[in-house]
């Protein structure tokens, strides 16, 4: 076993003092035992109790020179450096900061940093929240009540968000360290579309993390919008004044964070009924266009004349062969009867017969060629008159750029007498009907 010396033991006890309190602690006590040396203050914070006691000493020029005799038998909180002297082998608090324990200071260093903080601009910075969040993000301490609650109610009412859970201690002197290191995450994360900083109720010093300028500063200047719910009804710190909005408790946070899915279900519904009993107007509307093209179409219809006029042409053409067929036969029995007639003088004009012949065979030639003809011709006429009703076929007229013009009796319109002014005119186009009035 090893023996330590005096100075080897106290050594080591400093040096593992020191390690063990890297960082200025705060600690809370009443000021007793004061005495001053040479500009310097000693005294000894006590419990309230007085059963523990430590010293304490104030070198001179620190904190303004702040008489601590003040303070003597009051209850103050301290910021201060831990550190151990080798030499008597005990160890003391080096005061950084000191100052009134209580709610009244409290409040009134809060009115100073709350002011400071106005005239910077600082709570006038707002962002929009936005109206449906896909992931919000919950800052507060792990599996706390405010949790629990938050998170319940967020369940409850928009299931469809993805909740973020960054947790961080929400009081103590380490508190706001590790708020604003969390709220930088989540802006640098950058997945939250809100954010939610939560705690339960407390005492005003339980709160007193949430005033810290520090603290307030990072939640004015998130990138993410911010909901606080902090405390209960009457709690309100400057984190609250910092947010974009400040709710009376972290369930309340929660809900105005999101909107009602309930709701928004209804909603739904009654804009698909909206939009379904819109298209069956539409629907039904264009219905009844179509019929009423189908009447107009069916009134006019081109068909029926192509018809009637092929029906006429084929009755002609059968007339007219008949009277060729009976032309004929007329001119066969003549020609059977003057031969007969002149079969008695056939061997005096033999000659002038044979000529009379030839003159009637040519004559029967030119007669059919001349038949032949007007057969043409008449086919020929018969696809033109096909042609020019094909070309009185309204579609074809409407498509061309044409339109008709009718009244509100579904009368065609063919001249501007008798259309009083601002009377209504339907002009109807190859793909459908354009309504207007008549000007002066």
């Known amino acids: 076993m090893k023996i330590y010396s005096v100075s080897e033991i106290n050594t080591e006890a400093r040096q593992v003092m020191l390690l063990a309190f890297e960082y200025p602690i705060n600690v809370k006590g009443e ?38 005799s003040q303070y003597l038998d009051m209850e103050v909180i301290v910021t201060a450096k831990v550190d151990f002297y080798a030499g008597f082998g005990q160890f003391q608090l080096n005061i950084i900061e000191l100052s009134e324990f209580g709610d009244g200071f409290l409040k009134n260093e809060i009115e100073k940093i709350k002011k400071k903080l106005s005239d910077e601009g600082v709570f006038s910075k707002k962002r929009n929240l936005p109206k449906f969040p896909k992931k919000i993000a919950v800052l507060t301490a792990k599996d706390s009540h405010a949790l629990k609650d938050v998170c319940s109610k967020l369940n409850e009412k928009y299931c469809m968000a993805e909740i973020l859970i960054y947790p961080s201690t929400v009081q103590g002197p380490q508190a706001p360290k590790n708020l604003i290191k969390q709220l930088k995450k989540i802006n640098r994360d950058s997945l939250a579309d809100v954010i939610l900083i939560v705690r339960g109720g407390g005492s005003l010093q339980d709160l007193m993390t949430f005033n810290n300028e520090s603290l307030v500063r990072e939640i004015s200047q998130s990138n993410i919008p911010t909901i606080t719910g902090i405390g209960h009804k009457p709690d309100i710190t400057l984190a609250d004044y910092a947010s974009d909005s400040a709710q009376e408790t972290p369930t309340a946070a929660a809900v105005h964070a999101v909107p009602d899915s309930q709701m928004l279900k209804q909603d739904i519904i009654h804009y698909e009924n909206s939009i379904t009993k819109l298209m069956n107007n539409m629907i039904l509307k264009t219905e009844n266009k179509i019929k009423g ?73 030119d007669v059919n060629k001349i038949l032949k003809a007007k057969i043409h011709f008449n086919n020929n006429m018969l696809i033109s008159k096909k042609q020019q009703v094909k070309q009185m076929n309204p579609e074809l007229l409407l498509k061309k750029g044409y339109a008709i013009v009718r009244n509100t009796n579904n009368d065609i319109i063919k001249s501007i007498k008798g259309i009083p002014n601002k009377s209504e005119l339907r002009i109807q186009v190859s793909d459908g009907i354009i309504k207007v009035k008549r000007k002066e």
């Open 31 to 68: 000021i007793s035992d004061y005495r001053q040396s040479r500009g310097h203050q000693y005294f000894k914070l006590r419990d309230v109790n007085g059963n523990y006691t430590v010293s304490c000493v104030m070198w001179k020029g620190s904190y303004g020179n702040i008489d601590i």
């Open 293 to 365: 093209n189908y009447l107009i179409i069916k009134m006019t219809n081109p068909f029926k004349t192509i018809e009637s006029l092929s029906k006429d042409f084929i009755q002609r053409k059968k007339i007219f062969k008949k009277i060729i067929q009976d032309k004929i036969i007329s001119n066969q029995d003549y020609l059977k009867y003057e031969m007969i007639r002149q079969s008695h003088i056939l061997k005096k004009i033999t000659s002038k017969l044979k000529e009379y012949i030839e003159t009637v065979e040519k004559t029967y030639k």
